[in-house]
């Protein structure tokens, strides 16, 4: 409801709207209104006389970090709002360290004064602890708490703000305003010489002197200023957008002669099209001329349209600095460069979340893809595809709520249902020692038939040496244009393993002898005797399972260190190191089978209260524990493949 309060304050809209009634600018999505809370990155802007705000307002959920990412990519400064009842949360923190790596200045609102058991010193205190009590610095506080709150004092001007109007500082609190305005002016002083040779000699400053401190400390990312209110009740909003207004760093053109935007985010809407937000870095983009899109070296050219809510009004141009959207312009994707070169560069994690889709009414298969294509346009990180090797539709994410947010809105929007599905693991087969296989294709059945003697001898390989198919024949017993046909039944049976269906890897294929007929030996024969003489061969070779084995790479509070290695060890993975990473964050490098891990995205949030982070890619294949291949042919071995007859 902040950005709400500040649309109000700032004469975008007349009144508040309602979380509720589902009536807010900013969250206007369906799902948004369901949930009474955000699953989208929302732009809106005000105009306070000659100076434009743009608001972006992002999802605190964790599973939409994508377009918290994204916003804070192209902000000068993020306003993180802590609850004054229930403090820090997690997602609180986590948004904080995105804020950090995108190098922004930080301003923290502290919000719902009016909640039962808000506690402003409280909430202030935990701040301090965080991040620091030099680096924290109250520009605002409360005039009361809970249901006796009524205002807020601003203590640059030392002035209270009682029910939206000017007046005198309750004689209770002129005390504790002062002790908090010392605070402010000792802080900002420590970053200023002058400053501090003022504030030395006489013990004071003035408030043009602190404004001045602030926004210097500010832009150098020394304090943290905190202001507190009440959003619903429209208190303390009024001195906010005056300080984000008279202190915050507004955008800088970086010198550029030619003009460059960087789009950050990418909306499909049912009615317009698709949308590419971006804020243009330097210059100006104008609508209907050639831009130069880096990523696909090819030319945008499209409409732009200012942003507000859900709904969009064409301009002409963009300005430097400002935010708008093209339309209908289709090749885009968040982190876009258009136009010259610039160094805005926007990093997304890799999901490591997955889930396995299938239509509940076949045939409404191209209504699922055409809904994915659209729908993982919305968010960057997610995205989907068709596994060749296990034929499953998989969508990656962030999380269960993200994905589930999406078949929700396959649903709705493309009337199409869709069924969870249990992960196919690409388990891998190999052998361990040598086998023999001999098989005869015969076939009879009026004028010319099938006849081909395969004999050839398997051998295993070293590991993800994969394979090699060698010639040994001689005299002629199989006819060197026969060869290849026998090499892709060989091939072709590798694909389907005898245990439980899965590719054969590994091994090294000799043909020694064999037989063919003048007349009745064709390729297809000898691709069917390859076949068989590989699976006899496979079956006497003692064949196993390959289980594949990724890297991860866990990065969590110190706190969680203990059960975090514990609960690794019990997916059988192998803690490798640990290392501090400072701000009392660490990382535990492990390798762990993919099985083990497929919804370890869940559980670590479960973990570590939702704080918990990791990154994995594929590292090998390793022999499965033998107690567990029994369980995975049990499972999968009706694929198997059968014997050639």
Known sequence: MLAEAILVGGKAVSKMGSVDHGSTVMDWDSFEIDRKSSVNLSVASAQLKDVKLNLIDTPGFPDFLGDVISGLAVAETSVTVVCAASGLQVQTLQTWDYAIKAGLSKTIFINKMDRENADFDKVLEALKERFGADKIVPITMPIGSQTTFKGIVDLVVMEAFIEGKKAAIPEDLKEKAALLRATLMENIAGNDENLMNKFLDSGELTSEDIMKGIKKSIADNTIIPVLCGSAVKEMGIQQLINFIVSSCPAPANKGMK??????????????????????????????????????????????????????????????????????????????????????????????????????????????????????????????FKRDSETH???????????????????????????????????????????????????????????????????????????????????????????????????????????????????????????????????????????????????????PILLEPIYEMAVIIPDEYTGDVMGDLNQRRGRVEGLESLGNSLTRIKAHAPYSEILKYMIDLKALTQGRGTFEMTFSKYEVAPAQFQSKIIEKYGKHAAVEEE
Do not use: W
């Not at 330097?282 to 696909?296: I, V, W």
């Not at 969508?395 to 994905?403: K, P, V």
């Not at 389907?496 to 390729?523: M, Q």
């Open 258 to 383: 030619l003009e460059s935007a960087v789009i950050f985010k990418t909306f499909v809407d049912p009615f317009l099209g698709k949308l590419s937000y971006f804020k243009v870095i330097a210059g100006q983009l104008t609508a209907e001329s050639a831009h130069k899109n880096n990523r696909t070296n090819t030319t945008e050219k499209g409409k732009i349209a200012t942003i507000f809510g859900k709904k969009v009004e064409e301009i002409q141009n963009c300005v430097c600095g400002d935010i708008a959207t093209f339309l209908k312009v289709e090749n885009t994707k968040a982190g876009d460069i258009i136009g010259e070169t610039n160094e805005k560069k926007i990093l997304f994690p890799k999901p490591c979340y997955a889930i396995a889709l299938e239509v509940e009414t076949k045939g409404t298969e191209d209504k699922l893809a055409t809904g994915l294509h659209k729908l993982v346009e919305n968010d960057p990180i997610m995205y």
């Open 392 to 542: 499953q539709t998989l969508l990656f994410g962030m999380g269960d709520t993200q994905t589930a947010l999406v078949l929700k809105k396959l649903e709705r929007d493309y009337k199409v249902k869709i069924v969870e599905v249990e992960i196919i693991v690409p388990y891998r087969e190999t052998i361990t020692k040598k086998g023999h296989g001999d098989f005869r294709h015969k076939k009879q059945s009026g004028g010319a038939g099938q006849f081909a003697h395969v004999i050839l001898d398997m051998e295993p390989m070293n590991r993800s040496e994969n394979f090699e198919f060698l010639n040994e024949i001689v005299g002629g017993a199989i006819p060197k244009n026969f060869i290849p046909a026998v090499e892709k039944g060989v091939k072709e049976a590798m694909e389907n393993g005898s245990l439980a269906g899965f590719p054969v890897v590994d091994i090294r294929i000799r043909v020694v002898d064999g037989k063919y007929h003048d007349v009745d030996s064709n390729e297809i024969s000898f691709k069917i005797a390859g076949r068989g003489a590989f699976r006899m061969a496979q079956k006497l070779a003692n």
